[in-house]
Nanobody, 126 residues
Framework: QVQLVESGGGLVQAGGSLRLSCAAS????????MAWFRQAPGKEREFVAT????????YYADSVKGRFTMSRDNAKNTMYLQMNSLKPEDTAVYYC???????????????????WGQGTQVTVSA
C-alpha cells in the first residue's frame, strides 16, 4: 500500500512562511520524481513544483518561483516545500504527488502522477 501524507499546513498572514512536509511509506521513492500541486476553491489543481529523484533538479511554477523551495530527504522518504513571502493567492489545498516514471514526462500535468496525498490546507490572510 503506497501512502503519501502531507503535514504543515495552517493559517498565516501575508508575508509569512510555512513549511509543508510529505512523508512517503510503502515504497521507496528515492529514485522517483515528486511534486507539489495546489487547488483553490472553484479552480483546477495546478502545478507548484517538482523535484527529481536525486534531488538535484527542481522546477517551479512562475507564480511561486523565488518564494518557494522544494527539497527532499531520501533517507527519510520525505519531501518538503518551504514557502516564504506568502500571498493571499497562495491559499489552497496543497497536495504532494509521486510517480514511478523515469525519464521525460510532463511534470506539470496531474495525469503524470500515480500517487497522491490527501492534501493539507494553507490559508494566507491579507
Amino acid at each position: 500500500q503506497v501512502q503519501l501524507v502531507e503535514s504543515g499546513g495552517g493559517l498565516v498572514q501575508a508575508g509569512g512562511s510555512l513549511r509543508l512536509s510529505c512523508a512517503a511509506s510503502g515504497r521507496t521513492f528515492s529514485m522517483y520524481p515528486m511534486a507539489w500541486f495546489r487547488q483553490a476553491p472553484g479552480k483546477e489543481r495546478e502545478f507548484v513544483a517538482t523535484i527529481r529523484g536525486s534531488g538535484s533538479n527542481t522546477y517551479y511554477a512562475d507564480s511561486v518561483k523565488g518564494r518557494f523551495t522544494m527539497s527532499r530527504d531520501n533517507a527519510k522518504n520525505t519531501m518538503y516545500l518551504q514557502m516564504n513571502s506568502l500571498k493571499p493567492e497562495d491559499t489552497a489545498v496543497y497536495y504532494c504527488a509521486a510517480t514511478p516514471t523515469i525519464g521525460s514526462f510532463d511534470y506539470t500535468s496531474v495525469n503524470s502522477y500515480r500517487y497522491w496525498g490527501q492534501g493539507t490546507q494553507v490559508t494566507v490572510s491579507a
